[in-house]
């Protein structure tokens, strides 16, 4: 049965800040810090990134909606950069995929090293642009993940037991249909990835997405909940070709 890797009440896995002692210490070291950038285009990109930093820009969910109508002064949209080595620092922390399922909080200051603070609040990552040669950061688009909002997550999906999995020991293969599924989620309760135990499975079980096990308020974002998010199927072996007389 597929279970969430955490419970929802308080081993989320968000970088916010929390009351509760069994969070982690590093809260303050994943509060991602940004500045605003009023010039747009690659030459003015370019020199951000020769100067340590990663073009971003700040969205909230409305905007994401084809049929948006909301101003700018609602939708809350920002132009700024962010450090890259702060930004390096989280991804090997987090890991991708997670990087675009786990929240943060954000702060805009007024300038590098300014404490002048123009804006905070709680973002989810939900594009990450790299360089296809090297893999270096080139953008970031984060969306505003206010407690009380809902927002569309692609949740990645995680197997574990195969280590003990009677039909991969039969000789079977795990196929994985679907490595991440869709949710809409409440800010606050946004799950970093989803766990799906194989550890029963034997050659032809499969499990669906009606069997994960979510918190009652999100959303499965899929047409079609029969869909199987993993199977066993039987390896197949050539049979070789019989000898020449």
Same mark, same amino acid.
């Given at each position: ?36 950038? $009023? ?79 123009? $804006? ?74 989803? $766990? ?50």
């Amino acid at each position: 049965m597929a279970r969430w890797w955490r419970s929802a009440t308080n081993n989320l896995r968000t970088a916010v800040s929390s009351h509760s002692s069994s969070q982690p210490s590093s809260a303050g070291y994943h509060t991602i810090q940004a500045i605003p950038r $009023e010039c747009v285009g690659n030459r003015v990109s370019s020199r951000d990134r020769a100067q340590g930093r990663i073009p971003a820009v700040v969205i909230s969910q409305q905007l994401l909606q084809k049929d948006s109508t909301a101003p700018r002064s609602i939708s809350r949209k920002h132009l700024v950069t962010t450090e890259w080595k702060q930004i390096q620092a989280i991804l090997k922390s987090v890991e991708l995929p997670f990087f675009c399922s786990t929240t943060f909080p954000l702060q805009i200051r007024a300038g590098s090293g300014s404490s002048h603070l123009l $804006e905070s609040g709680t973002v989810l990552p939900i594009k990450i642009h790299r360089d296809e040669a090297t893999g270096k950061v080139l953008n970031l688009v984060f969306v505003w993940a206010d407690d009380g909002s809902e927002l569309k997550v692609d949740v990645p999906v995680v197997f574990k037991g195969e280590d003990v999995c009677p039909g991969l020991q039969k000789g079977g293969h795990l196929n994985r249909v679907r490595t991440s599924l869709k949710y809409l989620c409440p800010a606050e309760l946004i799950p970093p990835k989803i $766990e799906v135990d194989v550890s029963n499975l034997d050659i032809g079980d499969r499990i669906f997405m009606r069997d994960v096990e979510v918190h009652p308020s999100l959303k499965l974002l899929s047409k079609n909940e029969n869909m199987p998010i993993c199977k066993i199927v039987a390896t197949k072996w050539e049979n070789p070709e019989p000898a020449s007389l």
